[in-house]
């Protein structure tokens, strides 16, 4: 964390024992007054968490309750092929003993993938197995850091596969594998 020559030591500001500046639910540290957010506090170092963080913190100074769902916010890793995720893993699901369903779709199966010549990896949807809500998304493959978006706007409204499943996707796009893998998580897979 960057929190070296901040000045926060002098002023007494709380640090963990990684240098990160320790905060409240709504970003302010022990010292009145004083906020953090981003780089200097505890999470993943994201660009966009910490663009979420600035403007819920804002939002709570002008007593507008700022609010940040922290299980929506994407991973990316600017790879190739690139690597998208949000929510929980399957290993997640398994040690907290939710029963979950899993829908998969290879980029392979994609027309626009094989088009581009670029379909090496997947769309993996993780769902509860009852409610078939949306509790995961990973993404190896083409455009996965575009991609995830539509999985977190899903998430955070708190969709279903189904809700997702059923929503018109242009063609050829490499979108219809997100659509896919939702279908394949409600049990009814078109293409693969």
């Known amino acids: 964390p960057y929190?070296?020559?901040?000045?926060?030591?002098?002023?007494?500001?709380k640090l963990d024992e990684r240098g990160r500046i320790v905060t409240d639910a709504h970003f302010q540290s022990n010292i009145k007054g004083v906020y953090a957010i981003g780089d200097c506090v505890a999470g993943p170092m994201l660009a966009h968490k910490a663009e979420e963080e600035g403007i819920a913190c804002v939002e709570h100074i002008a007593g507008r309750g700022g609010h940040i769902n922290y299980n929506t916010?994407?991973?990316?890793?600017?790879?190739?092929?690139?690597?998208?995720?949000?929510?929980?893993?399957?290993?997640?699901?398994?040690?907290?003993?939710?029963?979950?369903?899993?829908?998969?779709f290879p980029f392979i199966a994609n027309s626009r993938a094989r088009l581009n010549d670029d379909y090496e990896g997947l769309v993996k949807i993780l769902t509860d197995k009852e409610t078939d809500r949306i509790l995961g998304i990973h993404i190896i493959g083409p455009s996965a850091g575009e991609m995830i978006a539509e999985g977190v706007l899903g998430m955070e409204y708190g969709a279903a596969a189904e809700d997702i499943g059923r929503t018109t996707h242009a063609h050829p796009t490499l979108s219809?594998?997100?659509?896919?893998?939702?279908?394949?998580?409600?049990?009814?897979?078109?293409?693969?």
Do not use: D, Q, R, W
């Open 176 to 192: 219809e594998a997100f659509k896919e893998a939702c279908m394949a998580a409600y049990g009814k897979p078109i293409h693969f």
């Open 3 to 13: 929190t070296e020559n901040l000045g926060v030591k002098e002023v007494g500001v």
């Open 73 to 104: 916010i994407p991973n990316v890793i600017y790879t190739h092929p690139e690597v998208a995720t949000v929510g929980k893993t399957e290993e997640e699901l398994k040690k907290e003993g939710v029963k979950y369903s899993k829908g998969v």
